[in-house]
């Protein structure tokens, strides 16, 4: 299915995407904004009544519906300039911020990593980033309507083998959250109180199913670390002490958009191809001066074998044109 997208996605003109993409990056940005303002009430304040999509956007300040016209992603903000058009309240710099970092995102990958499907579902992947990282920061809180929605979607992006095997995310998912659930146990009982929330295995679950099991122990240091250095600098310029709570999902979700990204640029990600029957992942098809690779899928495990553009003298030339007209769907392998 995925061939398909990345056919339509590479026939349109480069700029043609780069501004559709920033327009609709604004726009979900507006949305994840939405999201990150209610969904915390959806699950802190039981008296709250409305949903994601009910009522329409208004104003804190004065508590007027605010028109579509002053609802235009980011434009409206600098019309505007910062202030509700009725009760001249200011608007938050988080709306603003969140709307351009979401169109980023929407442009920076393809413009980096080029227009594929790969990209296409990063990018996904950076906007659900996005927004638990805001509502943590703000709420302390990792909605369970965002991390299990995206160790869904993380499990279904590698069941066509995008980033991991699904054995090797499933295996991750589950390691992901078993290990931090074990932690936050084992804290409570020695500490007496509560420490890390489950939100935070559910989000490290979330890691697993799209990274994979052998990358979990690098996101759970490399996150770790982060927040050991950020607490330790705030502690000495005395904005925080030991009492306060530090939520973990902004480090992890900054950890897991530099491995994504470093990923990609490893992979040169290109449209991935189906070699006997088989989908072959597309980090295996990372180097650039290979034409041709074969697979094979033995105990669960791909190995990947490239030909390079000329044929090698140790590859037999019926061999090499077998290959050629063969389209690469034989398993006979010439050495690079």
Same mark, same amino acid.
């Given at each position: ?7 339509m /996605? ?14 609709f ?6 949305? /994840?904004? %939405? %999201? ?18 009910w ?22 903000? %600098?019309?505007?300039?910062?202030? @509700?058009?009725? @009760? ?7 709306y ?9 995102? &929407? ?10 499907s ?7 992947? @950076?906007?659900? !980033? !996005? ?13 369970? +309507? /965002? ?24 295996? +991750? ?17 020695l ?14 679950? &979330? ?24 607490? %330790?600098?705030?502690? #000495? ?14 480090? /992890? &979700?900054?950890? *897991?958009?530099?491995l !994504? ?15 006997g ?8 098809? *990372? ?5 041709? #690779?074969? &697979? ?10 490239c030909?390079p ?5 140790? #590859? ?18 010439? +050495?690079?």
């Open positions: 299915m995925h061939e398909v997208i990345d056919q /996605l590479s026939q349109a003109p480069f700029l043609y995407w780069v501004i559709l993409l920033f327009l990056g604004l726009c979900v940005g507006s949305f /994840l904004n %939405v %999201v990150i303002a209610r969904l915390p009430k959806m699950i802190l304040d039981e008296s709250y009544t409305g949903n994601l999509l009522p329409r956007s208004h104003c804190l300040g004065c508590n007027k519906t605010i028109s579509w016209y002053h609802n235009i992603p980011l434009l409206s903000f %600098v019309i505007l300039k910062g202030r @509700c058009n009725f @009760c001249h309240a200011g608007i938050s710099m988080q603003p911020i969140v709307e351009f970092v979401s169109g980023v995102i &929407a442009v920076i990958l393809p413009f980096y990593f080029g227009l594929n790969v990209t296409l579902v990063s990018v996904i992947f @950076c906007w659900f !980033l !996005l927004a638990l990282f805001v509502i943590d920061v703000k709420s302390y809180l990792l909605p369970d +309507g /965002l991390t299990l929605s995206l160790l869904w979607l993380g499990l279904l992006v590698n069941s066509y083998n995008f980033f991991v095997t699904l054995s090797s995310a499933v295996y +991750g998912a589950i390691f992901g959250y078993v290990v931090f659930w074990l932690v936050a146990y084992l804290y409570k009982i500490r007496k109180k509560e420490g890390l929330g489950l939100g935070d295995a559910k989000f490290i679950a &979330a890691l697993g199913a799209w990274f994979g099991i052998m990358q979990l122990p690098l996101i759970i240091a490399a996150s770790s670390i982060l927040a050991l250095i950020f607490a %330790v600098v705030q502690m #000495c310029r005395g904005r925080m002490t030991m009492q306060r709570a530090l939520p973990l999902g902004p480090f /992890l &979700a900054i950890v *897991a958009m530099v !994504l990204c470093l990923s990609l640029w490893s992979m040169r990600v290109v449209p991935s191809v189906r070699i029957g088989n989908v072959l992942p597309p980090a295996y098809l *990372a180097v650039a001066d290979f034409k041709k #690779c074969l &697979a094979t899928q033995s105990m669960g495990t791909w190995e990947a074998y030909l553009e000329t044929k090698p003298d140790s #590859c037999p030339q019926a061999s090499w044109d077998s290959l050629n007209s063969s389209g690469g769907s034989g398993l006979t392998v010439c +050495g690079s």
